[in-house]
């Protein structure tokens, strides 16, 4: 081989090694890394997000995603809000008290996975508890940041009871289930998929519990939902749309075989009561996210008359001066179509 070809053979290599190079810099780049938190620990109910990181659904979209257990929803909402977090999964009712007193840096939802709310109280029958009013006068237990705790004011104003009769116990979240076992409070707040099982967990039958489940008294609430801030929003939305898209993904697969969401929770935590996570998801499933609505509409987006007055009812029971508009707290442009949102 004459020098001239040697020369030009090594350009060649040289040249397909810096494509090489420059293609996996440029495939790095291409990744957009955030942090995204849940309202709560690795669970059955919040599985979808596991999934798609597990199997690969936010990495396809360009992704690159740190997820982060919370300590409730409000904690989430404060770490989006201050910038910590990019995004995460909160309330939406806890948006609007937020959003309401910070107009200039409103944090938004993009994606409904609650279409029906978890929250509710529950005491155990031998308290003697039958009806809300039944609770003037008694303890309530529950951690100041649980969401069904926070809107244990619009639950007393729809159904009548003196929050000045109602003594409320602080309670850190591993404390609440035994302290209404043994006695220390007469009722708690909680998520029914969390509160209920945890007290079966314990050893408390579920016939010996007094459900008050909020939408059963006319709060027709949404639940938990995705967030974004604003700044990366609008300077990632490609971003937040392959978050949106991949997280339905993992959820439509999910509703099939919830039993891979149940698995995906105790892939990232080793911890957990596979079973128990999975009876979890089922009524989360069946109560909360594959709701008729749902069904007919397909899964992330909202009504917003619905949403409006859900805010109304929030806003009237904590004192805020005024309830903010739908489009205050959710927007769908993130979302897919709908023909790609339709659960199985």
Do not use: C
């Amino acid at each position: 081989m004459t020098i001239q070809l040697k020369l030009s053979a090594a350009l060649l290599g040289l040249g397909a090694s810096l494509g090489l190079a420059f293609g996996i810099a440029g495939e790095a780049a291409a990744q957009t890394k955030f942090k995204f938190t849940l309202d709560w620990a690795f669970q059955g109910p919040t599985a979808a997000f596991l999934l798609a990181e597990q199997k690969g659904y936010y990495k396809a979209e360009g992704l690159d995603v740190t997820l982060d257990a919370g300590q409730g929803s409000a904690g989430a909402l404060q770490r989006v809000a201050t910038g910590a977090y990019e995004m995460g999964f909160a309330d939406i009712n806890a948006l609007i008290e937020y959003n309401v007193k910070n107009a200039d840096k409103q944090v938004k939802a993009v994606m409904m996975a609650y279409d029906a709310p978890p929250f509710g109280a529950y005491a155990l029958k031998s308290s003697g508890i039958k009806t809300p009013k039944d609770m003037e006068g008694k303890k309530l237990g529950a951690p100041v940041f649980d969401a069904s705790f926070k809107l244990f004011p619009a639950f007393a104003a729809k159904t009548g009871i003196d929050l000045k009769k109602v003594t409320n116990i602080n309670l850190a979240p591993p404390l609440r289930e035994p302290s209404l076992k043994n006695g220390s409070v007469d009722f708690i707040t909680g998520h029914f998929f969390s509160s209920l099982l945890d007290l079966k967990k314990i050893g408390v039958d579920p016939n010996d519990v007094q459900v008050f489940f909020y939408s059963d008294f006319g709060m027709d609430f949404y639940g938990n939902a995705v967030i974004a801030s604003p700044s990366f929003m609008a300077a990632n939305p490609n971003a937040v749309k392959g978050f949106v898209k991949a997280t339905i993904k993992a959820w439509q697969e999910i509703a099939k075989d919830p039993k891979i969401g149940s698995a995906a929770a105790k892939t990232r935590d080793g911890l957990i009561d596979e079973a128990l996570e999975l009876e979890r998801l089922n009524l989360s499933l069946q109560r909360n996210v594959l709701t008729p609505w749902v069904k007919a509409n397909g899964f992330g987006d909202v009504d917003a008359g619905r949403l409006e007055r859900s805010a109304k009812a929030v806003a009237e029971a904590v004192g805020l001066e005024r309830a903010p508009k739908a489009d205050e707290l959710f927007t769908n442009a993130f979302l897919p179509p709908k023909a790609e949102r339709m659960m199985p």
